[in-house]
């Protein structure tokens, strides 16, 4: 089947439900919206012209990502935006927020204009749900790959400014509570529909209380580029476990994240309160190498993606690679699985996606027997099959230097 066609049926799927696994079911789509979940299969009752016959393979709701710079040579932050749209079906995510990088304060409005124009009018692919705001309102004692000499404290008339530049398309916004009126902008963000999350902060765990009575709610990247825990000074991380309050993001490439770590998080809180996220840079998917992200040069190595100094530069892997480790290195089943890949950020941005169930949005995506994608269907119409994907070559240059680990924390 190739991409853009429309379907009305899936056959012969595994389904994963609220409910639990339908083991050979139906899926049918009315306008791009999920109509009935089918325990078997009735031939008489579906138009083979428009059946996706799934084969055996396992029919999961479509990926969402909250935090995703970038894949396959593209950066969201700007037109490259239009790229990144069509790419992400290729590793089952069917929803995104777009994600910036700390740029100069001009620089930055001018990019997020550039965000709205591909948004207002985007290409087939995954639906870009907005714009996560990760700079310049961060600490610089905690700048992970930014130049901090580009970061500012929170304030309501300079967010506004960068706002009005999206058009209105932020949906979330990183920020380090603890630096100048920062907290004051709390209850705006909120009153806007913008979800204020916590970012590289140097913040103290009282601090982080304080933000949380004013309605702070989401964490970015959680133990990269924060204030550790602590038995003492319990830090931004401390606060994010201790506080239900608090979804929190997680990225399980295994790179940022230990996967002991990982399950600590999701005992911890619950698969309710995190959010699976990739951080993908826009190397992500590309051939190891040595390139350029905007002013940064980045090292693509062993699957990770590094400044010279071995500073971690976003994620090299995408969404899936994600649910499959938590499956194959933490232990979860592939329903649990789910729940923070595509249930919590559904939920997140007030998505009527992130289940297989009727009247959901026909976001689905079939995996095969390793949990690799094998089609993805966003909006009831295919945007990925297999044998679709981009090309991506590598631009290697050998006479630069491998990066080399850090000893000390690994900054996101």
């Given amino acids: 089947m190739m991409s853009a066609e429309r379907i009305n049926t899936i056959v012969n799927a595994g389904i994963v439900t609220p409910e639990g696994l ?51 040579g593209h950066n969201a932050m700007g037109t490259g935006l239009a790229g990144v749209i069509r790419a992400l079906p290729t590793y089952g995510v069917t929803s995104f927020t777009a994600t910036t990088l700390t740029l100069p304060y001009d620089e930055t409005l001018r990019r997020l204009t550039e965000m709205a124009v591909v948004i207002e009018n985007p290409p087939e692919g995954a639906n870009c749900a907005g714009i996560h705001l990760e700079g310049p309102f961060l600490s610089p004692a905690r700048p992970g790959m930014a130049s901090a000499a580009w970061f500012e404290s929170l304030s309501w008339q300079r967010f506004s400014a960068l706002q009005n530049a999206s058009g209105g398309r932020i949906r979330l916004v990183s920020f380090a509570p603890e630096l100048g009126g920062a907290m004051e902008c709390i209850p705006q963000l909120i009153a806007s529909g913008v979800i204020p999350s916590i970012g590289h902060s140097d913040a103290t765990f009282d601090q982080v209380a304080a933000a949380v009575k004013l309605g702070l709610s989401h964490a970015t990247h959680t133990f990269n580029a924060m204030r550790p825990l602590h038995h003492r000074e319990p830090g931004v991380v401390g606060a994010v476990l201790y506080f239900d309050e608090i979804t929190a993001q997680l990225i399980a490439d295994g790179i940022h994240i230990h996967p002991a770590v990982m399950a600590v998080l999701l005992r911890t809180k619950g698969l309710r309160h995190v959010a699976l996220v990739s951080d993908a840079a826009p190397l992500a998917g590309m051939p190891d190498g040595i390139y350029k992200w905007d002013d940064s040069q980045v090292f693509v190595q062993g699957g ?50 992130g289940r297989l169930s009727p009247g959901y949005d026909a976001d689905i995506v079939l995996l095969d027997a390793d949990l690799h994608p094998a089609v993805t269907i966003v909006g009831g119409k295919v945007a990925f099959s297999r044998g679709d994907t981009e090309r991506v070559e590598s631009v290697p240059t050998s006479t630069v230097r491998s990066p080399t680990r850090r000893t000390q924390e690994e900054r996101g």
């Fill in 22 to 72: 339908i083991e050979h079911g139906a899926v049918t789509i009315v306008d791009g919206r999920i109509t009935s979940i089918l325990p078997e299969y009735h031939p008489d009752t579906i138009d083979d012209q428009l059946t996706l016959d799934a084969q055996g393979l396992t029919a999961v709701p479509g990926f969402i990502d909250l935090h995703a710079h970038g894949l396959h």
């Fill in 304 to 353: 990770a993606c590094r400044l010279a100094d071995g500073t971690i530069a976003g994620s090299h892997a995408l969404l899936d690679t994600g649910v499959r480790n938590l499956v194959r290195s933490v232990g979860l089943s592939l329903e649990e699985a789910l729940i923070p890949a595509s249930r919590v950020p559904a939920d997140l941005l007030g998505l009527r996606k």
